[in-house]
């Protein structure tokens, strides 16, 4: 594996899963192959468990880990090519890269959307200009359009918590007070459809995501109708795609509330964390035996092991 950015960059899911699957088992098992390799991992935005958990993923594979909060401590990145860099950029996004690949054996990059340009958050510049001009494997930590990491971590979960083989995952829209980016939806829906399983999208209208992720899939307005049945609940907001960036805090009676789930097939719920309680999902529901929340985030140090065990191993 060369990158990590997409599921494009898997070439079977099943036996990546099963990968997951021996190294949650035995995770200290391939600890020789990460020796006197470096992973650098670099943030344009918080996080919490992409931090630590891909910290920890690398540390169980013996790798060193150099962790930059790259927009705060690091020069202001120019991203074009060929500007007279007179302004506010400081360091050209070429020799950044070309740099960090001569000290790293692994580069992870995050970078969330803009949510003001959408034909730039959606060439997804930041990732690919690194993918460009290192010379090294490139894993996404959330670019402004994906989020792969998490997305092979929630089919991991779920799959160790199904019961049945026709098992309905439902993918909600949630109500928030900001703006956030597509990309944990957009990977979502991107890694499920390539499972068994049937998945079901609804949002309210004006919240459709892109069709270039949700052609053939279907979509429904009615939260209520779609929740029907449904074995896991994975809610999630985003803002608006078609009016890009739109916040829709009004559809408050999208919130997941213990009422909702009673629809469901006893369903578990997801979610990705960062959460606002009582607003995406209330009390308790997140704090059911249903709730799958901790358990995702789990998962995440083993998904990030894996795909990083797969880079090395693929190196050799
Ligand atoms: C990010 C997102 O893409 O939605 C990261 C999720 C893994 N979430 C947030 O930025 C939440 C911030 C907030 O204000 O709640």
Same mark, same amino acid.
């Given at each position: 594996?060369?990158?990590?950015?997409?599921?494009?960059?898997?070439? @079977?899911?099943?036996?990546?899963?099963?990968?997951?699957?021996?190294?949650?088992q035995a995770p200290f098992d391939f600890k020789s192959i990460g020796r006197n390799?470096?992973?650098?991992?670099?943030?344009?935005?918080?996080?919490?468990?992409? +931090?630590?958990?891909?910290?920890?993923?690398?540390?169980?594979?013996?790798?060193? /880990?150099? /962790?930059? @909060?790259?927009?705060?401590?690091?020069?202001?990145?120019?991203?074009?090519?060929?500007? +007279?860099?007179?302004?506010?950029?400081?360091?050209?996004? !070429?020799?950044?890269?070309?740099?960090?690949?001569? =000290?790293?054996?692994?580069?992870?990059? +995050?970078?969330?959307?803009?949510? !003001?340009?959408?034909?730039?958050?959606?060439?997804? *510049?930041?990732?690919?200009?690194?993918?460009?001009?290192?010379?090294?494997?490139?894993?996404?930590? *959330?670019?402004?359009?994906?989020?792969?990491?998490?997305?092979?971590?929630?089919?991991?979960?779920? @799959?160790?918590?199904?019961?049945?083989? !026709?098992?309905?995952?439902?993918?909600?829209?949630?109500?928030?007070?900001?703006?956030?980016? #597509?990309?944990?939806?957009?990977?979502?829906?991107?890694? /499920?459809?390539?499972?068994?399983?049937?998945?079901?999208?609804?949002?309210? !209208?004006?919240? %459709?995501?892109?069709?270039?992720?949700?052609?053939?899939?279907?979509?429904?307005?009615? #939260?209520?109708?779609?929740?029907?049945?449904? %074995?896991?609940?994975?809610?999630?907001?985003?803002?608006?795609?078609?009016?890009?960036?739109?916040?829709?805090?009004?559809? %408050?009676?999208?919130?997941?509330?213990?009422?909702?789930?009673?629809?469901?097939?006893?369903?578990?719920?997801?979610?990705?964390?960062?959460?606002?309680?009582?607003?995406?999902?209330?009390?308790?529901?997140?704090?059911?035996?249903?709730?799958?929340?901790?358990?995702?985030?789990?998962? +995440?140090? =083993?998904?990030?092991?894996? /795909?990083?065990?797969?880079?090395?191993?693929?190196?050799?």
């Amino acid at each position: 594996m060369k990158k990590f950015t997409s599921i494009n960059d898997v070439e @079977n899911l099943n036996e990546l899963i099963a990968l997951s699957e021996k190294v949650k088992q035995a995770p200290f098992d391939f600890k020789s192959i990460g020796r006197n390799k470096t992973i650098g991992l670099l943030f344009f935005n918080s996080s919490l468990r992409t +931090r630590l958990s891909t910290q920890k993923a690398a540390t169980n594979l013996g790798m060193t /880990v150099m /962790v930059m @909060n790259i927009n705060n401590d690091g020069w202001s990145l120019e991203l074009e090519d060929g500007t +007279r860099m007179n302004a506010d950029t400081q360091e050209h996004i !070429k020799e950044a890269a070309g740099v960090i690949s001569q =000290y790293c054996d692994v580069i992870g990059v +995050r970078s969330f959307a803009s949510l !003001k340009d959408r034909i730039g958050d959606y060439e997804d *510049e930041i990732i690919n200009k690194f993918i460009k001009y290192t010379t090294v494997p490139v894993i996404s930590l *959330e670019s402004a359009i994906l989020h792969p990491l998490q997305s092979l971590a929630d089919v991991i979960t779920i @799959n160790e918590n199904k019961t049945n083989n !026709k098992t309905k995952v439902v993918l909600t829209w949630a109500p928030h007070p900001k703006a956030l980016p #597509q990309a944990v939806a957009n990977s979502f829906v991107e890694w /499920v459809r390539e499972t068994e399983m049937e998945l079901i999208i609804t949002n309210p !209208k004006g919240f %459709d995501l892109a069709t270039r992720f949700t052609d053939g899939i279907k979509v429904m307005h009615d #939260q209520d109708i779609a929740l029907k049945e449904a %074995d896991f609940v994975y809610a999630k907001n985003w803002s608006s795609y078609d009016d890009y960036g739109r916040i829709g805090i009004e559809f %408050d009676d999208w919130t997941i509330t213990e009422e909702k789930m009673k629809l469901t097939n006893n369903g578990k719920f997801m979610h990705c964390l960062p959460v606002r309680r009582n607003v995406v999902v209330s009390d308790e529901v997140i704090d059911s035996t249903n709730s799958l929340v901790l358990e995702q985030a789990n998962n +995440r140090t =083993y998904a990030a092991q894996t /795909v990083l065990l797969k880079m090395l191993q693929d190196e050799k």
